[in-house]
């Protein structure tokens, strides 16, 4: 038995190298050949996608818009500098004498009653610059409050979304890893149909078999190369699927199949949990949700500020007959808007209480999802436990079956049954264990720790 596992380590190490080189070097067409693909290990390929993963750089440009909020609120506090030029041609009595003096072309013979009455036609070239400073101005203090807020809720929603990425990406990672090892098996076991068919064919020839047999077993060799096919197939799409997430364009294979995160106490997660990103965002946006009924009710303050303007006026071009400047201060205060703050006020605080609503159900369906989590890795890790322990019955079933079958005590259908179950057993232990590694990716995605856990933060 010793020898016969060695002698199937050594051919299968043999096929996983001749595999590796076809799978570096496909060949299309006559002779023409592709470029290596990429290999990277799990903590590169997540670094990769963090920095050109489409859906990553999307929400970056979010966040990027979102600071600049920040810049719009502020404006509203600083001073607005106008400056403006103005054309006016007119005969209006009012006007003409007061572009006149602005002008300081005023004359005695322009107090004459018929000049102040129908006076000829007037034109002013005005020139003026113009500030306003903002001194008590609660709502926009408010609203820059608020800004910086929201930009801190998008910051953490940016988090996770990256953290939602690196989970994506080692789920696609360990598919790639899984491919590859049913690729593997589909190898073995069109190596294993083979043996059965050169088997088969040397107890024909020498009278101790049937032809059916041989029949039999060009059957089973005809079908482990169509699931060889379908295998091959199944790992270019599985290392495609992992280059999109990579912002890739051509195929990226996976190196290794390691993902060192040790699974911990149930309290551990949910303590972690508490923190984790989009909880800690919904919880910003709550708070500021409080800060929205303050700018409503803000709305019943006045707004003090000062202003000030230097002006310019010509009556044939923007120039400087005369000139003139002035300084204000002013109080605008909003006394009736037809019952708008009273809405806004109302409906900013039934917009808190839904926030709060909200976040209250994120952490109960948080604590769901880490239960979940941490019962479905520990289901993942018995099932490829006893998978391990069904495929080394399996093995030593086949063995016992096919030395039967070499001595006339068992018939070949036994064999090819004895072979579909190791080649199951194969499968479902490759499928397991790294289902069981994807399951402790999801948990740690779960309770927000997955970035720590891979080493990226």
């Known amino acids: 038995m010793i020898r016969h596992i060695k002698g199937s380590l050594r051919a299968y190490s043999f096929f996983i190298l001749s595999a590796g080189l076809l799978l570096v070097l496909p060949v299309t067409g006559a002779g023409r050949v592709h470029a290596a693909e990429k290999q990277l290990h799990l903590t590169e390929a997540v670094r990769l996608a963090l920095e050109n993963n489409y859906e990553v750089k999307a929400s970056g440009y979010s966040l990027e818009a979102g600071k600049e909020d920040i810049g719009i609120a502020r404006s509203f506090l600083l001073p607005r500098i106008t400056f403006e030029e103005r054309f006016m041609r007119t005969d209006n009595p009012t006007y003409a004498f007061m572009a006149k003096l602005n002008q300081e072309r005023f004359t005695s013979s322009d107090f004459a009653i018929n000049s102040l009455n129908n006076p000829n036609p007037v034109n002013d070239f005005r020139t003026s610059l113009s500030f306003e400073q903002p001194i008590f101005a609660r709502k926009a203090n408010i609203g820059l409050k608020m800004a910086k807020t929201e930009y801190s809720a998008q910051n953490e929603n940016y988090v996770r979304k990256k953290e939602e990425i690196a989970v994506k990406v080692v789920r696609a990672y360990l598919a790639v890893l899984t491919a590859k090892e049913f690729a593997g098996i589909a190898e073995k076991a069109l190596e294993d149909s083979r043996e059965h068919l050169r088997i088969a064919d040397l107890r024909y020839k020498s009278g101790l078999g049937l032809y059916s047999d041989t029949l039999r077993a060009s059957t089973s060799v005809t079908e482990?190369?169509?699931?060889?096919?379908?295998?091959?197939?199944?790992?270019?799409?599985?290392?495609?699927?992992?280059?999109?997430?990579?912002?890739?364009?051509?195929?990226?294979?996976?190196?290794?199949?390691?993902?060192?995160?040790?699974?911990?106490?149930?309290?551990?997660?949910?303590?972690?949990?508490?923190?984790?990103?989009?909880?800690?965002?919904?919880?910003?946006?709550?708070?500021?949700?409080?800060?929205?009924?303050?700018?409503?009710?803000?709305?019943?303050?006045?707004?003090?500020?000062?202003?000030?303007?230097?002006?310019?006026?010509?009556?044939?071009?923007?120039?400087?007959?005369?000139?003139?400047?002035?300084?204000?201060?002013?109080?605008?205060?909003?006394?009736?808007?037809?019952?708008?703050?009273?809405?806004?006020?109302?409906?900013?605080?039934?917009?808190?209480?839904?926030?709060?609503?909200?976040l209250k159900g994120l952490k109960n369906a948080v604590s769901f999802k880490v239960y979940e989590a941490y019962l479905s890795a520990d289901e993942a890790k018995k099932n490829a436990e006893l998978s391990a322990s069904a495929l080394k019955t399996a093995e030593e079933g086949r063995r016992l079956v096919k030395v039967r079958y070499e001595n006339s005590l068992s018939p070949l259908i036994d064999l090819i049954d004895a072979q579909v179950s190791l080649d199951h057993a194969r499968a479902t232990l490759a499928a397991r264990e790294n289902e069981y590694r994807s399951a402790i990716a999801d948990l740690s995605y779960e309770s927000g720790t997955i970035l720590k856990d891979l080493k990226i933060e």
Not at 251 to 265: F, M, N, Q, T, Y
Not at 291 to 306: D, W
Not at 345 to 354: C, D, G, N
């Open 224 to 358: 482990a190369e169509q699931k060889r096919v379908s295998a091959r197939k199944n790992l270019s799409i599985a290392k495609r699927a992992l280059a999109l997430l990579l912002g890739e364009t051509e195929s990226v294979d996976a190196a290794d199949g390691r993902l060192e995160i040790p699974v911990l106490g149930i309290d551990y997660y949910n303590n972690e949990a508490l923190s984790r990103r989009d909880i800690k965002s919904l919880e910003t946006r709550h708070e500021n949700a409080q800060n929205s009924i303050k700018l409503a009710e803000a709305g019943y303050l006045p707004t003090v500020g000062i202003g000030g303007s230097y002006q310019l006026n010509d009556h044939r071009r923007p120039g400087s007959e005369g000139d003139s400047w002035q300084l204000t201060a002013f109080l605008r205060w909003e006394l009736f808007d037809g019952t708008k703050r009273e809405h806004e006020r109302a409906k900013a605080k039934l917009k808190a209480a839904e926030a709060g609503e909200g």
